[in-house]
């Protein structure tokens, strides 16, 4: 059955597809997906046309419509499950954290910067976003709202614990979520920096942004 270009989001979900959400093997797409991954990298979303798709998978483009009914219902087929891959990452970094505002608040950080640099390829077509529907990009916002939703609760627990010390909790949240996805359009992974590494160092920036005062030095990104 063909994919459609309807909502975004409005397939059947299903359970997170890792074991860990600290760990990432192959990306597993379809051949169609992989490619256009590929050509939407290299080429953004209106450089890559449904022809370019077609021949870079070795199918005709009748073929090619036959699994997806435009090139947009691929690229939101794309964004669907890195949206909703990245949450429930985020989701299981926190609850990994269990009651230590801190430690929550770090693996959702830690989670946020894993999945853009190991995922980075990916995790770069948000840029991509303005180019689909508006029913679409309505249906994505609400599905990256959660993400947000998350972070505001676990600063504003730290917040109210004493733990953090932030003037605007909102704003904060805002600029903390800018910096982590902005790695994904820098990032490459035969750099000279591991995803651990750049994990780390963005958890220690981000402890520093919340105001986290650690009483034991190098204590912070625990």
């Excluded at 994919?3 to 397939?11: E, R, V």
């Excluded at 970094?93 to 190991?118: C, E, Q």
């Excluded at 994505?140 to 953090?164: C, H, N, P, Q, W």
């Excluded at 590494?197 to 034991?216: F, H, N, Q, S």
Aim: proline content about 4%.
């Amino acid at each position: 059955m063909a994919a459609t270009s309807g909502a975004l989001g409005s397939a059947e979900r299903t359970a997170p597809q890792f074991v860990s959400w600290r760990e990432f093997g192959l990306l597993e797409l379809d051949p169609i997906l992989t490619h256009a991954l590929d050509a939407f990298s290299e080429n953004g979303f209106h450089g890559a046309t449904v022809r370019d798709l077609a021949g870079r998978v070795g199918v005709t483009v009748p073929a090619l419509y036959y699994h997806y009914e435009s090139k947009e219902a691929v690229l939101v087929t794309l964004l669907d499950a890195a949206v909703n891959d990245l949450v429930d990452r985020v989701t299981a970094a926190v609850a990994d954290g269990r009651d230590d505002v801190v430690a929550r608040f770090a693996n959702a950080v830690d989670a946020l910067v894993l999945d853009m640099t190991h995922r980075a390829k990916r995790s770069a077509l948000d840029s991509e976003v303005r180019h689909i529907s508006p029913d679409n990009r309505r249906a994505y916002a609400a599905t990256r709202k959660r993400l947000e939703t998350i972070m505001l609760g676990l600063v504003r627990g730290g917040v109210d614990s004493r733990v953090f010390d932030v003037d605007d909790i909102e704003e904060t949240v805002r600029a903390l979520l800018g910096m982590c996805r902005s790695v994904a359009r820098w990032y490459r992974l035969d750099g000279p920096l591991t995803p651990d590494e750049v994990a780390r160092r963005y958890t220690v920036i981000a402890l520093r942004i919340v105001g986290y005062a650690p009483d034991t030095p190098g204590d912070e990104g625990r």
